[in-house]
């Protein structure tokens, strides 16, 4: 039989086949093979008797190992205009991750009942992404983010508090999510499970609701090489082969076409800010130092 995971939680893997979940635990030839089944994740499973056991994963297009998903199609990046506030270089980390992964990613902008989100519509249009403006309270921009939803998996990303579950039980009032305050969520004793679970909002469209995970967990479980850094940069790639050195880093180089875009206007300095950032943090880094992390 095969079907899709849409949570795991404690060794367990909830197989959708046919509209049926079914309670499976994994072969132990995976834990041998340091693979492990994630959400998302299509596979080919057995029943004996009432329990299923997973018995083969089908090749990802891609995977995330915090959140634990598979198979990721659009990535929606959620920050909120105030509590949290938005941190650029975050969102270009994930932007990143998301270029090297071939994901596509959304950019949505929540809460802008409390703040107008402007400043960072403009870095991020320019920058040639799509962007969503929304404000759970005034349930602004529901309908634009509903459109963009697409067949396969979309993932819902961000910070703790910046609105995930609130968005997604607005377009989705039957999922019924968990939501809080963020005075509790970034408070100590608050006890989060942390899981990437699945739901099929329509035939073949499925939302991943990601509670407690930091996008700081995206980005020290991912990397990208300083090689590759500058590719993940999409609107760079129309500069990058003007450099008049072709070692060029596009960090402070005479004759760097990269940065003459920026002086142009045509980049917008806080993308290149944070790529300059990005690359003083991975310019020693060598593909065995992330095998060994
Ligand atoms: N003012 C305002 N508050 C919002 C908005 N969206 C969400 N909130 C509030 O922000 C808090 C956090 O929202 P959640 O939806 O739980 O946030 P989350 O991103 O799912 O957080 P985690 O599940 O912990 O990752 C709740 O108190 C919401 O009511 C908004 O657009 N405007
Ligand atoms: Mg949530
Ligand atoms: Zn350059």
Redesign the pocket.
Known sequence: MRGIIQKAISGFFYVKCDSVVYECKARGSFRAKGMTPLAGDVVEFSLQGEKGVVEEIIDRSNFLIRPPVANVTRMFI?S?M??PSPNTLLIDRQLSICEKKGIEPVLVF?????KTAEYYEDIYKKAGFITVI?????KTGVEQLKGLLCEGINL?T????????????LLFPELD??????S??LGRGRH?TRTAELFEVENGVYIA??????TFDIESYETVLKDELPYTFKEFGDYIGDCKFTSCSHTTEKGCAVIAAVNEGKIHPERHKNYCTLYDEIKDLREWNIKQK
């Open positions: 959620v909120s105030q509590m929540n809460k802008t009942d409390m929304t404000s759970c309270k005034d819902f961000g910070n703790t508090g910046v609105g995930k579950s609130s968005l997604l039980n999510l968990k939501t809080g305050e963020v509790e969520k989060t609701d990601t509670a407690g995970f930091s």
